[in-house]
Structure formats: C-alpha cells, structure tokens
C-alpha cells in the first residue's frame, strides 16, 4: 500500500518494510526496517536501508512513526504513522502469541488499521504455538523411537529458525540447509542461539518448496505451516487476527492479504467500517474519513 507517498511493503522513494520475507520485499531510494529486517533481506538483495529501533519515534517523509514488534519473525514490525486526521496502525505480517525465535508482538490504540488477513476466515483456527510444539515433539518421538528419520518441511527463513530452537529447547538435533544456516547465522547475531546444528542431524528439515504433495508424504514427513498438518504458524490464526483488531480498536479497518474480503465482510458483521485493499493499493489519508 502507498499511504500519501510513503510505500508500507510496496516500493516508493520512502518505503516502510515490514519483515524478510521475499514477499514483502520493497525497494525505494531509503527502506525503513528493523536492524534484523535489514541484515536478512540482506542475505537475498540489496538496498538502502535506514535502521529504526521499536518504540523510538521517527519521520519517514511528513508522517511521524513507530515501529511495534509484530511477532511473525526476528525483526519483524508493525507501524504506526500520525496522519492529520488521525493515527493509522499496519500491521505487515503478523501474530499475536508469542514464538521463541520472534519477538513478543505489540498492538498500538490507532484510528485507521491496515491489517493483514492471510488466515482471516474462521476454518483457521490454530493450536496455540506450545500445543503445535507438544505435537510436534510427539510426532519425533515416535519416528525416533520407530527408528525411523523424521523429516519437516518448512520455510527457510522464520519457521525453520522456530522449529530448530523448539528442537533444540527438548534436546533434538537437526540437519538444516545451507539457506537455513546463512538464516540462523543472523538470527544468532541477534542473540538467537542454536546449539543442535548437525551435519548429522536426527531430525531433517527440507524447504517447504521442495517438490512433494501433501498426501503423497511417507508418516514420517510433516509439513510445518498454517496450510500445512502441523499447524504451526508464525501468522495470526482467525481469532488471533479479532484480537489484534479488538486490541487496536480502530474506527476503520482496511483488510490485505490472503482472505480480506472474508475478513472485511466478517469485521463489518462485528460493527467496524471495514473494506479489503489490495497489495499495491494507494490510499490518500484523506479517504480514510470516508465511510463505505
Ligand atoms: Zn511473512
């Protein structure tokens, strides 16, 4: 979205950068981000970026803003930016409990929320992370104790670390990729440490892009996403994503990604002026005192 001219995970000459994944990638003449976004985008392209810590106020053109933890993946933010005509909160990717490799996520009051909807229809409705972690550890177990290798599939940047580190917290070792490895090289700069790396390792973890069809998987491979069986995701499940809003507490809600005109529909159903955007969308600060 372009709010005025500043470019929230969409390319502009001032472009906030919510997070490391290639989704959500921008380029601009300077890029806002976390010292953590800048170090792992850097692992995939370049580009000027200006580090901004969370909670300090900034200007990122006319506005002032502040970034909030989001919780999805180390360094990943949220953004709050002082219109004239009031406060507007985006969340990028986002997730309201805790995950061991991410910061604690926070929610800002704002009058105007951009809020991400990838899981926003009620089927997805998740375990909280330390009940997919105790599924996670039982599904190990067994292959283990079958004497069998377990294999997880999982995105490299952001899950991978999460999977490694509860693997590690209850005594696993693992073999990752060497993507995996640069990742963990920066997650361990910012004090995320992983004791388990093995060539070795007992439990395998592949990329979630290598070629293989959900059902087609032996019972010892396990696909670790919200899409996937092992329900482990670093995004806001369904009712996580009402929380955030509810916590926020907006007058007008705009919905991106995934399910927004789900989430738009059910939002407005709750009583809040919401309407689904688009990636790429432009929206003047002046629009946002329109009602739909
Ligand atoms: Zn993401």
């Keep these: 979205m372009i709010i005025g001219k500043v470019g929230l995970d969409s390319s502009a000459k001032l472009a906030f950068q919510s997070h490391a994944h290639t989704d959500h990638f921008v380029s ?10 800048k170090f792992l985008s850097h692992l995939r392209k370049g580009g000027f970026y200006r580090e901004i810590e969370f909670g300090k106020k900034f200007y990122i053109g006319d506005f002032k803003a502040k970034l909030y933890p989001a919780g999805h993946m180390l360094g990943s933010a949220g953004i709050k930016l002082w219109l004239e005509n009031g406060t507007l909160f985006y969340t990028g990717d986002t997730k309201w409990f805790k995950l061991r490799t991410a910061e604690k996520s926070r929610f800002p009051r704002a009058d105007f929320l951009i809020v991400e909807a990838t899981f926003g229809v009620p089927s997805f409705t998740f375990p909280t992370p330390r009940e997919a972690e105790k599924k996670l550890i039982a599904f190990v177990e067994e292959a283990l104790e079958r004497g069998r290798r377990p294999v997880l599939y999982v995105n490299q940047m952001g899950k991978a670390q999460e999977v490694m580190k509860i693997l590690d917290l209850h005594g696993y070792t693992v073999k990752a990729s060497r993507e995996m490895l640069k990742v963990v090289r920066v997650y361990s700069k910012f004090g995320v440490r992983f004791g388990n790396i093995s060539a070795d390792g007992e439990v395998v973890l592949r990329s979630y892009r290598s070629p293989r069809v959900e059902n087609s998987l ?7 996403s919200g899409f996937g069986r092992l329900k482990l995701s670093n995004h806001a499940d369904f ?11 907006p007058e007008m809600v705009f919905t991106v990604y995934g399910f927004a005109e789900e989430f738009a529909r059910i939002l407005r159903g709750l009583g809040y002026d919401a309407r689904p955007v688009s990636q790429d969308s432009v929206i003047e600060p002046v629009d946002m005192m329109t009602k739909t």
Aim: net charge negative; hydrophobic share 45%.
């Design 239 to 249: 009712w996580e994503l009402i929380r955030i809003v509810e916590r926020i507490n």
């Design 218 to 224: 032996s019972p010892w491979e396990l696909t670790v």
């Design 28 to 37: 601009g003449e300077v890029i806002y981000s976390t010292r953590a976004t």
